[in-house]
């Protein structure tokens, strides 16, 4: 499994992006999708997640409410909208694929990792 990551960039603080992950090499009806973000010198943090299947949701505290993780089955592709974004929502964000029907918040439970993308927030 492939996974392309794709859509960060630079925008200022209150903007807006989506993020998106392609998967190729498989089709996803067993997997769930985690969207994580890193800072230098930080571990990597749990940001949202989707299980495949049934479309089921979750997400970090710090994103709720401004973050939406969805996803395209026709194109096997999943999106993360960041709204509101704040200074501290600047990382690198990855997308990553876990064997299961059920997403979850740490990352050494991902099987397949993207490249990541980068978002900075200014101000």
């Known amino acids: 499994v492939q996974l392309q990551a794709s859509g960060g960039g630079l925008v200022q603080a209150g903007g807006s992006l989506r993020l998106s992950c392609r998967a190729s090499g498989r089709t996803l009806s067993r997997y769930a999708v985690g969207w994580f973000r890193q800072t230098p010198g930080m571990e990597r943090e749990f940001a949202a997640g989707?299980?495949?299947?049934?479309?089921?949701?979750g997400y970090a505290d710090s994103v709720k409410g401004r973050f939406t993780i969805s996803r395209d089955k026709s194109e096997n592709t999943s999106y993360l909208q960041l709204n509101s974004l704040k200074l501290e929502d600047t990382a690198i964000y990855y997308c990553?694929?876990?064997?299961?029907?059920?997403?979850?918040?740490?990352?050494?439970?991902?099987?397949?990792w993207g490249q990541g993308t980068l978002v900075t927030v200014s101000s």
């Open positions: 990553a694929l876990k064997r299961g029907l059920g997403y979850s918040t740490r990352p050494d439970e991902y099987d397949y």
């Open positions: 989707i299980n495949w299947t049934r479309g089921s949701t």
